[in-house]
């Protein structure tokens, strides 16, 4: 059936598309020709900052007000540095050092990073409360299990983003920090009572919105007391009657993406629940990361005929489409104008704060931010639309920035005395869809150091001794306190000789007996490593650029 060209137009300005590959085909920059609201770049389409700019640069051709979206979390969760592992640590990080100010300084580089490239809208920050120590999705990505600190990063990683000039967009609305199974792969249920979710998950969304987030991301997940049998992104209840209702955000609600199990599989397929997180009140819909013009056709016809059918109203469709475009114009830069200055202070004062010597490290008790607000503040004007000169093109990550913030959520207990020269043993770890495979490690870090890698479950005693002769050893992983065989093999090394123990996943309250150090890093990006093998000894020269992988 032929579609109103009108209706074509309407459902395409609710979508966000992607692509593979490092420039655009020709389908893609057509589609925003058309009223496409825009495209989420993944890792596939990233291979330097300088092609990234390009790239934006081609979809810019299709139409100027574009939104470009990414997930830049910094930590585990990173699209810029997926080749190398991000030049800032994650969430947990951040969360662990207790320090605002910092927070806000590296969400501001990554706005900054991502501004210079030609993105104006960031999926991030991930505002879970982690209460689910084995949850699978969250984990490090999360501030922290406090909601009340969790709301207070919240609003500093909002404050720091949106002073770029890149919109910032909170997730996963109403809370995806106590689930233990992934959305990607099915719907998890969160069966609590509503008043359990208003003072432990909601906080940290009612602080974003009070700092002004443009976009908050809506979860696939189930919670029965407030969406019934389906996922928050479906519910009317949560995206209308709690965050726009009681919450009061007037922003973007943008869905997680469409292709997930956690949607399509509720849906039926990925053009269904197009409609229906539509009918519930989402605006913006991320369709997924495998796209072709095919599925965009087939959902912007599918939105289409439910506003002939009645499952869609006409005013809800353009009431999507007006807010998506209202996103678009925050965060489009003007010919000529800066979009990744700070909001405030001079570098002397920027650097001090990185560095903890600033005013403020976490906030009291009587200062921190009430989990409930009255009204909606004015947007305040960001610097980054103030007269300067054009953004560079390609941005160098700033590593110096994301390794201080990464030694101050680092935790170190032990010491490194008996550890010089190691033999560094990394177990293999899985990774999340949402994280994809990132190098992670010491690596590319170590001055004289040999770095081998094991599968827990196959590594002995035996192999690993002799492999490292006299040397002690420094053993590396991700949730150790979850593999048995790994727990076993550190307590047997360490009964044999001097061994340190890294942990680079969600930490836990497992201590390894025996050993020498332990170092929990709160994430594996490659400042988080740095971190580690600084503590260790096992660095020659200082920051001062990122290092090339091995």
């Known amino acids: 059936m032929t579609i109103d060209p009108g209706l074509r137009r309407l459902a395409l300005r609710t979508l966000l598309a992607a692509f593979p590959g490092a420039t655009a085909p020709p389908w893609a920059v057509d589609l925003l020709h058309?009223?496409?609201?825009?495209?989420?770049?993944?890792?596939?389409?990233?291979?330097?900052?300088?092609?990234?700019?390009?790239?934006?640069?081609?979809?810019?051709?299709?139409?100027?007000?574009?939104?470009?979206?990414?997930?830049?979390?910094?930590?585990?969760?990173?699209?810029?540095?997926?080749?190398?592992?991000?030049?800032?640590?994650?969430?947990?990080?951040?969360?662990?050092?207790?320090?605002?100010?910092?927070?806000?300084?590296?969400?501001?580089?990554?706005?900054?990073?991502?501004?210079?490239?030609?993105?104006?809208?960031?999926?991030?920050?991930?505002?879970?409360?982690?209460?689910?120590?084995?949850?699978?999705?969250?984990?490090?990505?999360?501030?922290?299990?406090?909601?009340a600190l969790v709301a207070r990063h919240t609003a500093a990683a909002v404050t720091g983003l949106q002073s770029s000039g890149v919109a910032a967009c909170a997730k996963h609305f109403p809370g995806h920090g106590a689930t233990v199974t992934d959305s990607h792969l099915e719907l998890p249920t969160v069966d609590v009572p509503l008043s359990l979710l208003r003072s432990r998950d909601l906080p940290p969304f009612a602080a974003a919105v009070e700092a002004g987030v443009q976009a908050v991301m809506s979860a696939h997940i189930r919670v029965p007391?407030?969406?019934?049998?389906?996922?928050?992104?479906?519910?009317?209840?949560?995206?209308?009657?709690?965050?726009?209702?009681e919450l009061g955000f007037r922003g973007v609600i943008v869905t997680d993406a469409l292709e997930m199990r956690g949607a399509a599989g509720a849906a039926g397929s990925i053009p269904r629940a197009a409609v229906a997180a539509l009918a519930a009140g989402a605006d913006l819909l991320c369709i997924g990361a495998v796209v072709d013009l095919e599925l965009v056709e087939a959902v912007a016809a599918e939105i289409a005929a439910a506003t002939r059918d009645g499952r869609l109203a006409l005013d809800r469709l353009e009431d999507a489409a007006e807010r998506t475009a209202a996103l678009a114009a925050?965060?489009?830069?003007?010919?000529?104008?800066?979009?990744?200055?700070?909001r405030e202070g001079s570098p002397a004062r920027e650097k001090s704060a990185a560095r903890g010597d600033g005013p403020a490290r976490e906030e009291s008790p009587a200062r921190e931010r009430s989990a409930t607000?009255?009204?909606?503040?004015?947007?305040?004007?960001?610097?980054?639309?103030?007269?300067?000169?054009?953004?560079?093109?390609?941005?160098?990550?700033?590593?110096?920035?994301?390794?201080?913030?990464?030694?101050?959520?680092?935790?170190?207990?032990?010491?490194?005395?008996?550890?010089?020269?190691?033999?560094?043993?990394?177990?293999?770890?899985?990774?999340?869809?949402?994280?994809?495979?990132?190098?992670?490690?010491?690596?590319?870090?170590?001055?004289?150091?040999?770095?081998?890698?094991?599968?827990?479950?196959d590594?002995?005693?035996?192999?690993?001794?002799?492999?490292?002769?006299?040397?002690?050893?420094?053993?590396?992983?991700?949730?150790?306190?979850?593999?048995?065989?790994?727990?076993?093999?550190?307590?047997?090394?360490?009964?044999?000789?001097?061994?340190?123990?890294?942990?680079?996943?969600?930490?836990?309250?497992?201590?390894?007996?025996?050993?020498?150090?332990?170092?929990?890093?709160?994430?594996?990006?490659?400042?988080?490593?740095?971190?580690?093998?600084?503590?260790?000894?096992?660095?020659?020269?200082?920051?001062?650029?990122l290092p090339k992988q091995r």
């Open 225 to 245: 007391q407030l969406t019934g049998d389906g996922p928050a992104t479906f519910s009317r209840s949560a995206l209308n009657g709690l965050l726009r209702d």
């Open 459 to 545: 590594a002995t005693v035996e192999s690993i001794t002799e492999r490292a002769g006299d040397r002690p050893i420094v053993l590396v992983g991700r949730r150790l306190h979850n593999s048995p065989a790994a727990r076993t093999l550190i307590e047997k090394l360490a009964a044999d000789r001097p061994v340190g123990v890294v942990e680079m996943g969600w930490p836990s309250q497992w201590r390894p007996a025996g050993v020498d150090a332990f170092v929990i890093t709160h994430g594996a990006s490659l400042a988080n490593s740095r971190a580690a093998a600084e503590a260790l000894g096992l660095v020659a020269t200082a920051v001062s650029a």
């Open 373 to 457: 607000r009255e009204g909606h503040p004015a947007r305040e004007e960001s610097p980054a639309r103030g007269d300067s000169a054009a953004p560079e093109r390609g941005r160098r990550p700033d590593f110096e920035l994301g390794v201080e913030a990464a030694r101050q959520g680092m935790r170190f207990e032990g010491s490194d005395d008996r550890l010089r020269n190691p033999l560094v043993v990394r177990f293999v770890a899985g990774y999340s869809i949402a994280e994809g495979k990132v190098p992670w490690g010491l690596a590319p870090h170590l001055a004289t150091a040999e770095e081998i890698e094991v599968l827990a479950a």
């Open 34 to 147: 058309d009223g496409l609201a825009g495209h989420t770049l993944f890792g596939g389409n990233v291979v330097d900052p300088g092609q990234v700019a390009d790239l934006t640069a081609q979809l810019r051709s299709g139409r100027a007000d574009v939104l470009i979206a990414i997930d830049e979390e910094g930590g585990d969760v990173t699209r810029l540095g997926h080749r190398t592992g991000s030049a800032y640590p994650g969430n947990a990080a951040l969360g662990a050092a207790g320090n605002l100010d910092l927070t806000r300084l590296v969400y501001a580089a990554i706005g900054a990073d991502l501004a210079a490239a030609g993105i104006n809208l960031d999926l991030a920050p991930t505002v879970d409360v982690n209460t689910a120590d084995d949850n699978p999705i969250i984990g490090t990505r999360s501030f922290g299990a406090d909601p």
């Open 330 to 342: 925050w965060s489009t830069p003007r010919a000529g104008h800066q979009t990744h200055t700070t």
